[in-house]
């Protein structure tokens, strides 16, 4: 077998240097080390490359101005992809002579990173047409190597480019099992570290792929890096169309360096080439470029696609496969053929016009002059432009799509300017866009829209108007001088305890006015102050309201329920409103000094799915709280709660027992206290259920806080509204009455004056008579009579007749008229008496005023001066 591999290596040898050998005049010997035989794992590579190197020196005969008198020769060295046998080698042929200065091939990086490190210490230059692998790259090691295609690390910075270009931080490498791929798969992970992208899962293709990709699959990787030849996808592509690893969700990055395309129709065992078709579909393919995209002749003459025609043409002769390295392999022949002329004439011509004669370049220096002129060589071949950079070949890396079972070229990366170039226009994904490395998560504050804000408020200020209005009535009253029918309604109803009642009410209601108001339009500091005075108004609030309808409830209760003896022992103190303040403010302010209340973001654990694929909404809302709150709320209700269940228990007695004062029944009462209950422990509940979601939590406990007072406000005020409405109605009846009975009272003054002018004119006239002994007086004794209206009238009843207008019976009915005429008109100028007391003037004592002042009077009947009222 050995004998027959060296002999088809001579055999090769000569078809490709015996045609140009005899025409050359100055021969150039290099070395051509490729792996030769089926031990190398590499069938037929050689014999794929040799139509292209033949075509290469073919066209350096044809045009020799490249080379002038020079010729390449080459000297084929089996390489056997073995780093000991390929070093013997190459020691036993350079031993052997001739002086070799360059070195041709290498596809084989376990030999080439071998012999690359040696070449300073052998005076050789390799150039190369295999990708160089990223350990190579360190030119201090192996700066005497080139190759014409591009190297690893460019095909991993393409890759990253790509990722950062669609913001993928999260993918997953799946790498097949050998040196080179493995060496790709080391670079690759060291670049992805430092553009910050997480690797969730690094696997190998072992005997089972499918294993390895259940691993991505279960890692949850969307954006899959792939290193692999093309005999492995056909394999790793039916894995992930059994796994479902393909379509929106999953984008897939193809990563091997190679410059052909695949062929994905042939059947694997459990797929059929639809199936892998469907899972290659929308997969990025990163290769290098083999062919060049211009139609304009390079240096050897011919266009991209002429050489690829004549490259098929003697490919079909032998009967060989296409090699995707046959057009840097043309291209590295030209690459030597340059650089070694350049370098030939050059010593030439020092050796020709030297000063000193007959001396000999070294060899040192013409090694430096090769490596010089490989670097400086540029030129247009059959891949593009060729120039070197660090070693490395620059040109473009192709980004190829597989769509519809065809390719689709659809952006490049440009290697020399590290520029990534998307045809947009031509890429083609599953979904309405890119895949998402991950589940997208939207984070989205809950907040109180301004609509419900601005309803809920205007409940919560039109309460607080219609408190501030009843609280406005309650405190003018008590402060009018005059008793009305208003302020004798609310003093019936003790009112310093409605008016707490209703600052209760007000500050309750004002606290719905700040729980809306949320972070996304305060900042922190204003967040937390807001919060410390929700808490203080509410609870100072509710303990106020509930406090004075407790205290009311109390009193009924003992009044009522208790026996008369038990009352005075068993009535509650005065202060007890005043303790369950202090005792409020005690645990507020012990809560706001030790632990205050802070803005505090809460992650909400429920998830609802968006309408877009692969995307998930995360809600989270900003409320207050503090480190220890739930130890604060259980103080709170630790002491509220026994004081609701004992009210409704004595608020359930007092159900049906009448009430003091009358306006506020007893059932008004008890339903309060129920109502103030009952709101309490819901508005607890749905602030503890609900506080996951900011709009309903506000919109519930509002609604329960406002209603708990409008119910509050209709029970207690409710009834005194009706009652004021009645006495205001009685007061308008009674004023006008009052009107009506001061015009009669000031005709009827006009007649008594008129009539009392009359009597004093009469009287005067009498006296200047003679007066006559009356009553058996006989001495003539006259008696003087007085000059008051209650004489002149007894006078005139005795004298005038009982028929006359000054009759005794007449006058002294016109006074019994005239006299409740006038109590009645103007006792309201001193407070006023209601219509509904005018049947006291029928009786006497109505009239009889104990404190008016007494004066002397004469009596009707006997004559005789004593002490009586001014009026009979």
Known sequence: MEVCVRLFGLLLCWLVVVPVVARVRHPVPVLWMMPVGSGSGMDNLTAAVAPAIRLALQDLQRRPSPLGNYEVQL?????????????????????????????????????????????????????????????????????????????????????????????????????????RLSELKKDLLRQLLRADVQVLSAESLSEDACSSLRKLKDSDVRIIIG??????????????????????????????????????????????????????????????????????????????????????RELIQEGSKVSPLHTFAYDAVWVAAKALSQVMEAVKRR???????????????????????????????????????????????????????????VGEFSTSTQQLRLMKHLLKFKGPGPARDRTQVLVRQQHVSLLLYYMVSSAATLTIVITLT?????????????????????????????????????????????SGLDGASLSSRTFEFLCSV?????????????????????????????????????????????????????????????????RVVLQHGSESAAAEQDVIVRPYSEHCSSSSMELWLTAVYGYKGPLLGLGC???????????????????????????????????????????????????????????????????MFGPKGGELQSEAAEGEDEEQLNQQLKSQTAQLDEEIETISVQLREESESESKLPLTTRGGNDAGEVRQVTSSHVAQVCSDRKRSSPHGINSPDRVWRRLSVQLPILHHSYLPAVGGVPASSSSLLGSQEAFVHHDLPMTTSTSCTSGSTQLQPRYC
């Not at 056909?234 to 984008?251: D, H, I, K, M």
């Not at 005792?583 to 205050?596: K, M």
């Not at 049906?656 to 508005?683: C, E, I, Q, Y």
């Open 534 to 598: 929700r808490l203080w108004t509410l609870s100072v609030g509710h303990t106020v309201g509930f406090a004075v309808l407790f205290t009311k409830t109390w009193r009924v209760y003992f009044r009522f329920s208790i026996r008369r003896k038990q009352q005075e022992g068993l009535q509650p103190a005065g202060c007890l409103l005043l303790w369950m303040l202090l005792l409020d403010a005690f645990v507020l302010t012990s809560w706001q000094v030790l632990d205050p209340l802070r």
């Open 75 to 179: 000297q084929l060295l089996d390489s056997q992809c073995d780093p000991a046998q390929s070093l013997k080698a190459l020691f036993d042929t350079l031993w052997a002579g001739p002086r070799y200065l360059l070195l041709l091939g290498g596809v084989c990086p376990s030999v080439t990173a071998l012999i690359a490190r040696a070449l300073p210490a052998l005076s050789l230059v390799q150039v190369s047409f295999a990708p160089s692998p990223p350990s190579l790259s360190n030119r201090k090691w192996y700066g005497n190597l080139f190759s014409t295609v591009p190297s690893d690390r460019a095909l991993n910075q393409a890759t990253v480019k790509l990722l950062q270009r669609y913001r993928w931080s999260r993918v997953g490498i799946i790498t097949q099992e050998g040196p």
């Open 470 to 514: 009843v609280l406005f009535l309650a405190v003018a009253g008590r402060q009018r001088r005059y008793d009305s029918a208003a302020v004798r309604l609310l003093r019936s109803s003790r009112g310093s305890q409605d008016e707490l009642l209703l600052l209760g009410v007000l500050l309750s209601s004002s606290s719905v006015l700040v």
């Open 649 to 715: 228990f004595l608020a359930w007695s007092i159900r049906t027992v009448p009430a003091d004062p009358p306006a506020v029944s007893s059932k008004h009462l008890t339903l309060s206290v129920f109502a103030v209950t009952v709101f309490s422990v819901s508005g607890v509940l749905g602030s503890l259920l609900m506080s996951h979601n900011p709009p309903v939590h506000f919109c519930l406990t509002s609604v329960l806080i406002l209603c708990c007072n409008a119910f509050v406000l209709s029970r």
């Open 351 to 409: 050796e020709k016009y030297s000063i000193l004669r007959n001396i000999s370049v070294s060899q040192e220096e013409v090694h430096k002059m090769l490596l010089e002129a490989v670097k400086q060589t540029q030129f247009e071949g059959v891949t593009g432009p060729v120039f070197f950079r660090n070693g490395e070949r620059m040109t473009s890396l192709e980004l190829v799509q597989f769509q519809d079972s065809s390719a689709v070229l």
């Open 227 to 312: 290193q692999f030849e093309e005999d492995s996808a056909s394999e790793v592509f039916c894995c992930a169309y059994r796994l479902n690893l393909f379509g929106a969700r999953y984008q897939w990055i193809i990563a091997d360096g190679g410059a052909a395309g695949w062929s994905l129709g042939w059947q694997v065992s459990g797929c059929t080439a639809n199936g892998l078709l469907m899972a290659a579909d929308g997969s990025i393919r990163l290769q290098s470029r083999q062919l060049s995209n211009t139609d304009t002749p390079g240096v050897s003459g011919r266009t991209p696609q002429d050489y690829q025609d004549s490259y098929l």
